[in-house]
């Protein structure tokens, strides 16, 4: 089940059952967040809007909204939901940019390492 504190991994699958992308889905308050990887995120939401059928849902790409990753864990203060990714403990949060700065900074100081990922283009 999904809630703010816990995630859960995810396909999306084409009718033939060949995978258009993979999910990570987050709950957060009043809405739930869908991160996509190995996938077209126009093709996603393409695919879900012909699932929606609920007049008060809407599904959009955030483009206000930014990840960030801890692996192995991390303090209770950081929020975030646990992906059932590996045996590390992942967690997600998912929030405007400049409070994952913040957080981001509160980290590396904490002691935690930081890991770049290169966005593809």
Do not use: N
Not at 59 to 66: C, M
Not at 88 to 117: D, H, N, S, T
Request: glycine share 10%; proline share 6%.
């Amino acid at each position: 089940t999904v809630s703010p504190e816990r995630g859960v991994f995810g396909l999306l699958l084409t009718k033939h059952g060949k995978i258009q992308a993979e999910l990570q889905i987050l709950g957060r308050p009043d809405e739930l967040s869908v991160l996509v990887s190995g996938g077209d995120v126009a093709d996603v939401l393409t695919t879900l809007s012909k699932y929606l059928v609920m007049e008060d849902a809407e599904i959009e790409q955030a483009a206000d909204l930014g990840v960030l990753l801890t692996v192995g864990g991390a303090d209770s203060s950081f929020g975030g939901a646990l992906l059932p990714w590996a045996a590390e403990p992942v967690v997600a949060r998912v929030a405007p940019p400049a409070e994952l700065a913040e957080e981001r900074a509160r980290l590396l100081a904490a002691g935690y390492e930081e890991i770049a990922i290169d966005e593809p283009e």
